[in-house]
């Protein structure tokens, strides 16, 4: 029977819930939100006792479907100040379906010093203080915990920057391989360290698993669904063979690749720092160019990038990473982009906002443009310390723009912009603005149809059909986030007609539901109204749902084109 | 005329990074993916000066081309 679990961090009690019935048909993203949405009073300050830390698998979780291991993390977020859904691969999504928890959800904040560690396993939840390994980074404690529990625990863990509660600080997900994957976006890293929680470790030994209804249907459906993926270029080969990387030359080719600062589209080192080249040096090197961030994953996207003696330096090593300590940092040097990958990993801090925040640092003159080596001393001796310039660093490109009296900085509703620029490719544009979760390119990934011809064709320059693409991706995502799916099923969910019936069959077959396609958009638009709802709340209002200034007024080469949305158009988003 | 060529990602393979190659005036794009022997239907992306183009699309001197097989990422 699947259970709710809460840890009352206040009181240091936990307790197992029945599962009430409205949460009955959520996962994921959908649960996440629905409980933060229900639980948290919106105005609430987010590192405060008031805020909650939901855990939740989604819907697919724990079955044998193909890349359906992501786990939800929600609460609200202390740097947007909106309601956050971050999801990541790892272990620890399939070792909760299996121990029947549908949500974790951490609540109050402890009295005094002491930091603690919660357990989870077929006995319940417990909290013990830790001392240990406090102030440690999250490599150190991935072995500790395996040290002391085996090698098959799994782990949610926190770095110093979740310690130090910086507002770009992630959660980490122990990976198949006992590295890292990661909560990336919106601080809840800092979230988890408000609650003094230093790690969660999961023993899914004895677990009931997840009981399929009707197997017979779930096999056919998981079936042409594999098929489905194996068959897509995008995901049978393209992201296998050069990971997300490969978007290096295409966005510089399409000029909307963010260079110094959101100040050019192309990057003349690109490559340098491209999926070709990158791919070339993992092999030569004696890497791996594919891997996955959770068992049960076909695609394959991840790599395992070695130093040039063949030691580890990283996985999971990520375009958006590449392109903002790359082109947007200036920065030409692969090697020090994936030692400062492996260092953000360490002390835990979101790779997205840390390199666009360094576009924004370099700007203030803080390093000089292109000075990776400067990059990984900042990591290193000023945010994995915690010093007072680290702090600002480590709350993110708006809290450096604010400190040193930057005008050019690159967020919406506080959040980083990620790699594709908005004025060249617009319609990544009304998603950054519109998104629940600030500027997110995953909620809504008009790239798809904008650039790489997935899903139909939207000429990335003009500003025709962008409100509705956004509006339909983002609405497509939400539903997919609660399912425990890896976003680039939808690479062949656009583009395979047999793909999207049969993850809807599988839901189904596992539930003994009748779900229907119009079904799963309703639950999409129910998340998005959900979480906006919660965010108005908050305080948001439509002119929160715009992009910074500087896009409106400063043409970026070589397309030479500004952000030309005017408000009323950019809140045509939201007539659903 | 001179057209500057690109190729990406499998492209590449047994082929080239960037390259200048002539072709007589007015060649459409599809002929010099022929001339590349590229299976049109392995064709993802094709950009011309940086914008996105079609196959029948006419070629200029000096132009820019770079082809993609589909590929993607996020």
């Known amino acids: ?576 | 005329m001179r057209i500057n060529l690109k190729l990406f990602a499998t492209f590449r393979v047994g082929r080239f990074s960037a390259e200048a190659r002539e072709y007589p005036p007015g060649t459409p794009v599809a002929a010099v993916i022929r001339d590349l022997r590229i299976p049109e239907e392995q064709i993802g992306m094709i950009m011309l000066n940086n914008r996105h183009s079609e196959p029948d699309q006419q070629l200029h001197e000096g132009d820019n081309l770079a082809l993609f097989p589909l590929v993607g990422g996020g």
């Open chain 1, 1 to 576: 029977m699947d259970k709710i679990i809460r840890v009352n961090m206040t009181d240091l009690s936990t307790k197992v819930e029945t599962v009430p019935s409205a949460w009955a048909g959520l996962g994921g993203r959908a649960l996440t939100s629905t409980i933060v949405a229900a639980e948290v009073p919106p105005t609430c300050h987010a590192l405060g006792p008031n805020n909650k830390l939901v855990f939740a698998p989604g819907l697919l979780t724990g079955t044998p479907a193909a890349n359906s291991g992501r786990l939800s993390a929600g609460a609200k977020s202390p740097l947007t100040g909106t309601i956050k859904e971050s999801n990541a691969g790892g272990t620890a999504a399939q070792m909760l379906a299996r121990l029947g928890i549908k949500a974790l959800i951490i609540e109050g904040l402890p009295k005094g010093e002491a930091w603690y560690r919660l357990h989870v396993s077929t006995d319940g939840v417990t909290i013990q203080e830790e001392t240990e390994l406090v102030g440690r980074g999250n490599f150190a404690v991935v072995e500790a915990v395996e040290a002391r529990l085996g090698k098959k625990t799994g782990i949610l863990t926190i770095g110093p920057a979740g310690e130090m509660k910086m507002t770009a600080a992630n959660i980490s997900v122990k990976d198949p391989d006992s590295k890292i994957r990661s909560h990336g976006r919106g601080g809840l890293g800092a979230v988890m360290g408000s609650k003094k929680i230093k790690f969660i470790s999961i023993d899914d030994k004895g677990a009931p698993g997840v009981k399929i209804a009707d197997p017979e249907k779930f096999k056919t459906a998981a079936r042409t669904f594999a098929k489905a993926l194996l068959d897509h270029p995008v995901s049978g080969e393209g992201l296998p063979t050069y990971g997300t990387n490969v978007l290096v030359n295409i966005l510089n080719e399409a000029g909307g690749l963010p260079t110094r600062n959101f100040t050019h589209g192309q990057f003349a080192a690109h490559e340098k720092i491209c999926g070709e080249t990158m791919h070339d040096t993992i092999v030569a090197r004696g890497g791996k160019p594919k891997h996955g961030c959770h068992a049960g994953c076909i695609i394959q996207c991840s790599q395992v990038y070695p130093d040039k003696e063949g030691k580890y330096v990283t996985s999971g090593f990520e375009y958006e990473t590449i392109w903002g300590l790359g082109a947007d940092c200036c920065v030409d040097n692969l090697d020090d982009i994936a030692l400062a990958d492996n260092i953000m990993d360490d002390i835990g801090i979101d790779s997205i906002e840390t390199a666009v925040m360094f576009g924004v640092a370099m700007e203030a003159g803080i390093l000089p443009f292109g000075d990776g080596k400067g990059i990984i001393r900042l990591l290193k001796e000023e945010i994995g310390k915690g010093t007072p310039l680290g702090r600002i660093l480590g709350g993110g490109a708006g809290s450096v723009g604010k400190a040193f009296g930057v005008t050019r900085v690159p967020v919406v509703k506080n959040q980083g912009i990620p790699a594709y620029d908005p004025r060249s490719v617009k319609g990544i544009g009304i998603t950054y603005a519109t998104s629940t979760m600030g500027a997110d390119h995953t909620s809504g990934y008009t790239i798809a149809t904008n650039i790489l011809n997935v899903g139909g064709y939207v000429d990335p320059l003009k500003k025709d059909g962008q409100v509705e693409l956004s509006r339909n991706l983002q609405i497509a995502t939400a539903a997919v986030d609660s399912t425990g799916m890896c976003i680039f099923i939808a690479f062949p969910a656009l583009d395979i007609p047999e793909c999207l019936p049969a993850l809807i069959d599988m839901i189904n077959a596992r539930f003994g539901i009748a779900l229907t396609g119009d079904d799963v958009i309703e639950l999409g638009k129910y998340i998005l109204k959900t979480e906006r709802q919660f965010n108005i709340e908050a305080g948001f209002t439509k002119a929160d749902d715009r992009l910074p200034e500087f896009f409106n007024v400063e043409p970026v080469p070589p397309h030479n084109v500004v952000w030309d949305f005017s408000g009323e158009e950019i809140d045509e988003f939201w007539n659903f």
